[in-house]
């Protein structure tokens, strides 16, 4: 049973830093994709990063430069690198999990994802 569990959020002035953590457990894909949504209040989940076995990276163009999504060596836990955190990144975070489909690069849709952790809470202020 896949459990993911995020952690690493809080709050944070404009221009500050956050690392975000999402410890991963029972994930038994040798193909897969991982990836970081946000929900901001009122707004749909909407993709952040995605990261796949191969170590393959794509990012939203409102984070690109300013995030940056890693996993570690042993693919147990998967992290985002906040900088240079805008007013607008204010949101709940997610890490997500799937089997990646062939041939094709990750999905960025939420509804592309099975598995998910509980979310942590980033909140930028100005």
């Known amino acids: 049973q896949v459990q993911l569990v995020e952690s690493g959020g809080g709050s944070v002035q404009a221009g500050g830093s956050l690392r975000l953590s999402c410890a991963v457990s029972?994930?038994?894909?040798?193909?897969?994709?991982m990836a970081w949504f946000r929900q901001p209040p009122g707004k749909e989940r909407e993709g952040v990063a995605q990261?796949?076995?191969?170590?393959?990276?794509a990012y939203a163009e409102s984070v690109k430069g300013r995030f940056s999504i890693s996993q570690d060596g042993d693919k147990i836990t998967l992290y985002l690198q906040m900088n240079t955190l805008k007013v607008e990144d204010t949101a709940m975070y997610y890490c997500?999990?799937?089997?990646?489909?062939?041939?094709?690069?990750?999905?960025?849709?939420?509804?592309?994802?099975?598995?998910w952790g509980q979310g942590t809470q980033v909140t930028v202020s100005s």
């Open positions: 990261i796949d076995n191969r170590e393959r990276t």
């Open positions: 029972g994930n038994t894909y040798s193909n897969y994709c």
């Open positions: 997500a999990l799937r089997l990646r489909p062939p041939a094709t690069s990750c999905p960025v849709t939420a509804g592309s994802y099975r598995n």
